[in-house]
T-cell receptor, first 114, second 116 residues
Framework: AQSVTQLDSHVSVSEGTPVLLRCNYSSSYSPSLFWYVQHPNKGLQLLLKYTSAATLVKGINGFEAEFKKSETSFHLTKPSAHMSDAAEYFCVVSVGTGRRALTFGSGTRLQVQP | DAMVIQNPRYQVTQFGKPVTLSCSQTLNHNVMYWYQQKSSQAPKLLFHYYDKDFNNEADTPDNFQSRRPNTSFCFLDIRSPGLGDAAMYLC???????????????FGDGTRLSIL
């Protein structure tokens, strides 16, 4: 079985300061890991994905995440927050090949203060 | 741009009155998914189509049905909506080959369903 835990339900940062959204996963096999962002009343947009290539993954809008197998973590970071980054972020894990379903974390709401 | 389009964006229906939500895609993806997302929760998978092969999740109520008449379109039918079915419904697609590692899913903007 696989699972994913997002350690913070809410994170608040000031504009221009770093962002850290934490995610830990549990999987019996090598997982694929994703981060999605959801703005209010919108669908989910893929930020980045890890699929067993480089452990440091760069995504869109300046976000990146590092896969650490020893810590079973896949934390999302950004050096400098923008107001437009305020949204809900989901860490997602999937195991195996083919059409297996995604397992979502519970989400982290990022607030960016001016 | 290739995309996933959901119509309508907002839908209001009456308790017990059947409603259909639609999803179309220009990505030519072989798999289409329907998710239910309630306020402040993660999306919950209802079912998916792998080509024409329908796959229901074990805990999806019988009240929820789906149709996929062709590659581009997929519909979600709720036969007798209850107050608990008020939610955002998200359609997603992906291109999957059986031996591939998991490919990301591409989401539409959703339909927000309200029940009166």
């Amino acid at each position: 079985a696989q699972s994913v835990t997002q350690l913070d339900s809410h994170v608040s940062v000031s504009e221009g300061t770093p962002v850290l959204l934490r995610c830990n996963y549990s999987s019996s096999y090598s997982p694929s890991l994703f981060w999605y962002v959801q703005h209010p009343n919108k669908g989910l947009q893929l930020l980045l994905k890890y699929t067993s290539a480089a452990t440091l993954v760069k995504g869109i809008n300046g976000f990146e995440a590092e896969f650490k197998k020893s810590e079973t973590s896949f934390h999302l970071t950004k050096p400098s927050a923008h107001m437009s980054d305020a949204a809900e972020y989901f860490c997602v894990v999937s195991v195996g090949t083919g059409r297996r379903a995604l397992t979502f974390g519970s989400g982290t709401r990022l607030q960016v203060q001016p | 741009d290739a995309m996933v389009i959901q119509n309508p964006r907002y839908q209001v229906t009456q308790f017990g009155k059947p409603v259909t939500l639609s999803c179309s895609q220009t990505l030519n993806h072989n798999v289409m998914y329907w998710y239910q997302q309630k306020s402040s929760q993660a999306p919950k998978l209802l079912f998916h189509y792998y080509d024409k092969d329908f796959n229901n999740e074990a805990d999806t109520p019988d009240n929820f049905q789906s149709r996929r008449p062709n590659t581009s379109f997929c519909f979600l039918d709720i036969r007798s909506p209850g107050l608990g079915d008020a939610a955002m419904y998200l359609c997603a697609t992906s291109r999957v080959r059986s031996r591939d590692s998991n490919q990301p899913q591409h989401f539409g903007d959703g339909t927000r369903l309200s029940i009166l």
